[in-house]
T-cell receptor, first 113, second 114 residues
Framework: DAGITQSPRHKVTETGTPVTLRCHQT?????MYWYRQDPGHGLRLIHY???????DKGEVSDGYSVSRSKTEDFLLTLESATSSQTSVYFC????????????FGPGTRLTVL | AQSVTQLDSQVPVFEEAPVELRCNYS??????LFWYVQYPNQGLQLLLK??????LVESINGFEAEFNKSQTSFHLRKPSVHISDTAEYFC????????????FGKGTKLTVNP
């Protein structure tokens, strides 16, 4: 299995509070991604990174920000959580962004009350 | 931009029966195609992928998928399913030469009943 960990694995928070999810990899892969998974929507890309300090938006980036200060860590921040951000969040990594396989982390289940 | 349509959200089958999970894509450029599997309470794992060459690709656990360019399809098949194949299956597409973003379908939940 690819060395990807996500923390926390479960979190319950209240509307309006800031939340940071962490993705950590030991593979030294260049690309890292944050997705959210919701019933009936599949996986939707939130943000991705193509190198340290290099990030770009995905299709559902509103309300989320990311940072990548080291190759191995990619942080997803919800500045002010809303109930619509209740979801399962997956981190993924790949060597390149094109035809290479993406490896997924175990996911973080976030509930915003 | 690419899009992926998985035509069935749920597919129930009996053990040892054949199954086909359908996937159609839309793209103005050539693409690479993937099938991922997600077992309950786990992340996604790559099942198989089409990059180039033979249009029929196989996985190690008996699944196969065929790339059909004229029909823009990449259907997943298995001739005889097991209880352990119960999972959600996602078709995904990425454009060749330019995009780093994988686009996923909404998933098909396969339930294999005894």
């Amino acid at each position: 299995d690819a060395g990807i960990t996500q923390s926390p694995r479960h979190k319950v928070t209240e509307t309006g509070t800031p939340v940071t999810l962490r993705c950590h990899q030991t593979e030294n892969h260049r690309y890292m991604y944050w997705y959210r998974q919701d019933p009936g929507h599949g996986l939707r890309l939130i943000h991705y990174s193509y190198g340290v300090k290099d990030t770009d938006k995905g299709e559902v980036s509103d309300g989320y920000s990311v940072s990548r200060s080291k190759t191995e860590d990619f942080l997803l921040t919800l500045e002010s959580a809303t109930s619509s951000q209740t979801s399962v969040y997956f981190c993924a990594i790949s060597k390149t962004g094109l035809n290479n396989e993406q490896f997924f982390g175990p996911g973080t289940r976030l509930t915003v009350l | 931009a690419q899009s992926v349509t998985q035509l069935d959200s749920q597919v129930p089958v009996f053990e040892e029966a054949p199954v086909e999970l359908r996937c159609n894509y839309s793209s103005s450029v050539s693409v690479y195609l993937f099938w991922y599997v997600q077992y309950p309470n786990q992340g996604l794992q790559l099942l198989l992928k089409y990059l180039s060459g033979s249009t029929l690709v196989e996985s190690i656990n008996g699944f196969e998928a065929e790339f059909n360019k004229s029909q823009t399809s990449f259907h997943l098949r298995k001739p005889s399913v097991h209880i352990s194949d119960t999972a959600e299956y996602f078709c995904a597409v990425i454009s060749q030469g330019g995009s780093e973003k994988l686009v996923f379908g909404k998933g098909t939940k396969l339930t294999v009943n005894p």
